[in-house]
């Protein structure tokens, strides 16, 4: 069973930074398409960032783009998030989420990505 595992979410100023990490086990971590999504109470979940497993130029929401990086380690079998200059806006629960080897279009959709991390809690004070 492919599980995913997910820390470094907590309580930051606006205009501060926190680095999400994410491990995978189960599977060859270079197989699959890891992506980052986020919810706040009462919205739907939002894409954030996503970088395929062949590597390339990460998609990147457009609330979090020039703020945020994505980036991966295949050696450790792990995903990051680097949040940079966090607004209050920024307050959700982060998911990181992984697709099946097959999958590679649409990767800004929820629904794309087979396996979910338990999510980290990041809020962000003004």
């Known amino acids: 069973q492919v599980q995913l595992v997910e820390s470094g979410g907590g309580l930051v100023q606006a205009g501060g930074s926190l680095r999400l990490s994410c491990v995978v086990s189960?599977?060859?971590?270079?197989?699959?398409?890891m992506g980052w999504f986020r919810q706040a109470p009462g919205k739907e979940r939002e894409f954030v960032a996503v970088?395929?497993?062949?590597?390339?130029?990460?998609l990147y929401g457009d609330s979090v783009k020039g703020r945020f990086t994505v980036s991966r380690d295949n050696a450790k079998n792990t995903v990051f998030l680097q949040m940079n200059s966090l607004k209050p806006e920024d307050t959700a629960v982060y998911y990181c989420?992984?697709?099946?080897?097959?999958?590679?279009?649409?990767?800004?959709?929820?629904?794309?990505?087979?396996?979910w991390g338990q999510g980290t809690q990041v809020t962000v004070s003004s």
């Open positions: 989420a992984a697709t099946d080897y097959n999958t590679a279009q649409n990767l800004r959709v929820a629904g794309r990505y087979a396996y």
């Open positions: 189960g599977r060859s971590f270079g197989n699959y398409n």
């Open positions: 970088v395929r497993w062949s590597g390339g130029t990460p």
